[in-house]
């Protein structure tokens, strides 16, 4: 079963459009600002939690944003909790509540249509020894407040279909939001721990109505991934809508089992070509980076758009979460 065949066409399969004038998405990523009101590594809240996995979105009230991120709660291999702040900058984040202290980690967040929000992220919700299990959990939140007060009205901690032992970082790729959750359809990217050679490979599934979940595998990823260099795990997507033209943002690994070997290879989804980006920090090229977010989003007081970006840094001088924005050109 195709991808398509799950819900009808994909992003991949719109028209293809021009890219945009001025520099390339892949010299916008690579560069990260040397200014530190746009940056910060090793990026923690005010509560000194790291900002790991950070995901935002324009808060509808004033001209700051909300976002959801995760941090380590213990030692433990689940040890690990979710948590959504607030901030005034895309910079400095404020901690408002957890949304799962017990094993919750890579989150994500969207907007939706009435002021409502959905966040999913994975859960990991046994232990196997030393490894944890995880799941992908999906929650619908009418509106601010009840998301600042962690107070969903509908969730689904949805089976796994591909591995019998982890699938996670999710990506809401797309949503037909009926203004009910129950009549919606969300389609959500997905990682899942392809067998016992321990690599993890892409998917993704239909949640129709938060009940009926349906997933396939997308080997035409891991092709490309693997042509362009990256022959081990590949994890999790983000990716970026500009001018009528996609590219997808991917953490992927060259070799197994060495977190010094992770990358994020930027896709361009017009014309199926795969290639690795080079962060740049003031120090130098980073030399192992994952765990990707890249927004367009209006700058900080609404004064035009931004990219925004945040990863975790594996190795280096200054490992943990770095976040960082930049300013669009024209046209963008």
């Given at each position: 079963m ?10 991949r ?42 995901d935002?979105?324009a ?10 991120y ?19 900058d ?6 408002v ?24 992220y ?7 020894g ?14 601010r407040?009840?998301?600042?007060r962690?107070r ?6 949805l ?11 999710p ?13 919606s ?11 016992a050679?321990?690599v ?10 938060f ?109 943990g979460p ?11």
């Open positions: 195709s991808v398509a065949a799950l819900g009808g066409a994909t992003a399969s719109a028209p293809a459009q021009p890219p945009p004038p001025g520099p390339s998405p892949r010299a916008l990523l690579e560069a990260i600002p040397r200014d530190p009101l746009h940056v910060r590594y090793t990026a923690k809240d005010t509560g000194r939690r790291q900002l790991a996995g950070l935002v979105v808060d509808p009230i004033g001209t700051g944003y909300i976002g959801v995760f941090w380590p709660s213990g030692p433990g291999p689940a040890d690990y909790a979710v948590s959504v702040g607030v901030s005034p895309l910079i400095n984040w404020r901690r509540t957890d949304l799962d202290v017990d094993g919750g980690n890579m989150p994500t967040i969207r907007s939706l249509p009435g002021g409502g929000f959905l966040v999913a994975e859960d990991y919700t046994a232990l196997d030393e490894t944890a299990k995880s799941q992908i959990r999906v929650r619908y939140y009418p509106g407040e009840q998301l600042l962690n969903w009205a509908v969730e689904q901690l089976p796994r279909t591909l591995s019998p032992s982890n699938e996670g970082t990506s809401i790729e797309d949503v037909a939001w009926s203004g009910r959750p129950e009549t359809v969300l389609r959500i990217g997905f990682h899942y721990n392809a067998g050679r321990g993890d490979r892409q998917a993704e599934g239909m949640l129709r109505g009940r009926d979940w349906r997933t396939v595998a997308d080997p035409a990823t891991a092709r490309r991934l693997r042509a362009a260099g990256f022959l081990a795990s590949h994890g999790k997507r983000s990716h970026l809508d500009v001018a009528g033209r996609r590219w997808d943002v991917v953490e992927a690994q060259r070799l197994p089992g060495s977190f010094g070997a992770w990358s994020l290879a930027l896709e361009d989804a017009a014309t199926g070509t795969t290639q690795g980006l080079s962060l740049q920090g003031w120090f130098g090229p980073l030399t192992s980076v994952g765990v990707p977010t890249v927004k367009v989003l209006p700058g900080p007081l609404r004064l035009g758009r931004v990219l925004f970006v945040s990863a975790y840094v594996f190795s280096g001088r200054l490992v770095l976040v960082y924005y930049r300013p669009l050109p024209p046209g963008w």
